[in-house]
């Protein structure tokens, strides 16, 4: 037995989907750690910084509305294995980023500012960096994504295909129009009082001019 498809499954995905790229992408911009340094104001240190790769994963998760529309089967199942594992990624690190000491985070040199006083990277990174809460928006965005990618990779064929008419092969069947027939019979050159519309040999059993039968009477 083959599943019914959902058509209303396939556009929540897509949403899931345009909607993890969203929080991943505001996520990058958001900040997510304040350097203290010796000038007085602290230094911001954004998601983008910390993690280059949130706005390539924000590409993917828009990529991915694409791949689940236009693809079917086994390549389906193969984008919602990769959306699955990307978004499990940025879910470990996001949570890694907001429960773990900040001064201990492995934050990019080029992310940090120099000191004027002449102050080390190292010495940077040892200070008391204070963490925000802006993590929590790529890691809802990676739990959207694995969530959806889990969803795709294990319920595919629960989802409608571009173009199909969502009924089993077994159970489709064309019913015509019979006044639709006979025009279209006669644009085809044909006579649809004499010649059947769809091509089959009429059935001249009961003919009174079939010759064995008349015989045998």
């Not at 992408?25 to 304040?34: E, H, L, M, N």
């Not at 040199?109 to 102050?119: F, I, K, R, T």
Request: glycine residues 14%; aromatic residues 4%; neutral net charge.
């Amino acid at each position: 037995m083959t599943a019914r498809p959902r058509p209303r499954a396939l556009v929540t995905a897509c949403a899931g989907l345009a909607l993890a790229a969203g929080l991943l992408w505001i996520g990058g911009t958001a900040v997510w750690y304040r350097v203290p340094s010796a000038t007085g104001a602290p230094d911001s240190v954004t998601g983008a910084q910390v993690a280059p790769w949130l706005g390539g994963v924000a590409l993917l998760a828009l990529a991915g509305i694409a791949g689940l529309v236009a693809s079917g089967g086994v390549l389906r199942r193969v984008v919602g294995v990769v959306l699955a594992l990307a978004g499990a990624g940025v879910l470990a690190f996001a949570l890694t980023a907001l429960f773990a000491d900040p001064g201990a985070t492995d934050v990019p040199a080029s992310a940090l500012p120099q000191s004027p006083h002449g102050e080390s990277v190292d010495d940077l990174r040892r200070q008391t960096a204070q963490g925000t809460p802006a993590p929590l928006l790529p890691a809802a965005g990676g739990l959207l994504l694995l969530g959806v990618g889990a969803l795709v990779a294990v319920r595919e064929r629960s989802l409608p295909r571009l173009g199909a008419r969502y009924a089993a092969p077994g159970e489709r069947r064309v019913v015509q129009d019979p006044d639709r027939a006979a025009w279209q019979a006669l644009d085809a050159g044909q006579d649809p009082t004499t010649d059947p519309p769809d091509g089959r040999p009429e059935d001249r059993g009961d003919d009174p001019g079939d010759g064995p039968r008349n015989a045998a009477v």
